[in-house]
């Protein structure tokens, strides 16, 4: 059973940066992709970024390109989300999944592993 374990948020100023972190345990293999989503009040789980584990292939949603970057450390089996140049619409809930599949997929369904959340405010 892969527990994903999410830290780092908090409030910040537009314009401010943010770096997520995300430990799971549990893992059996390392054929997985591990991914970031996020909930904004009174709105459903949105993908933000994907990372193939092994491969590092990364994914983003639109909004948050050139902003925002997803990467891993393997020796430290953690996965990060650097959040750059923050802007009010980013307030959301951040939650950190995995699937054990190499494919990223942006449909919150297909992720059977989640993380509590770690709350993003971020103030204009």
């Known amino acids: 059973q892969v527990q994903p374990v999410e830290s780092g948020g908090g409030l910040v100023q537009t314009g401010d940066s943010l770096r997520l972190s995300c430990a799971a345990s549990g893992r059996t293999s390392n054929n997985y992709a591990m991914g970031w989503f996020r909930q904004a009040p009174g709105k459903g789980r949105e993908f933000v970024a994907g990372i193939r584990w092994i491969e590092g292939v990364t994914y983003y949603v639109d909004s948050v390109k050139g902003r925002f970057t997803i990467s891993r450390d393997i020796a430290k089996n953690t996965l990060y989300l650097q959040m750059n140049n923050l802007k009010p619409e980013d307030t959301a809930v951040y939650y950190c999944?995995?699937?054990?599949?190499?494919?990223?997929?942006?449909?919150?369904?297909?992720?059977?592993?989640w993380g509590q959340g770690t709350q993003v405010t971020v103030s204009s």
């Open positions: 999944t995995a699937r054990a599949s190499n494919i990223v997929t942006m449909m919150v369904d297909n992720w059977p592993y």
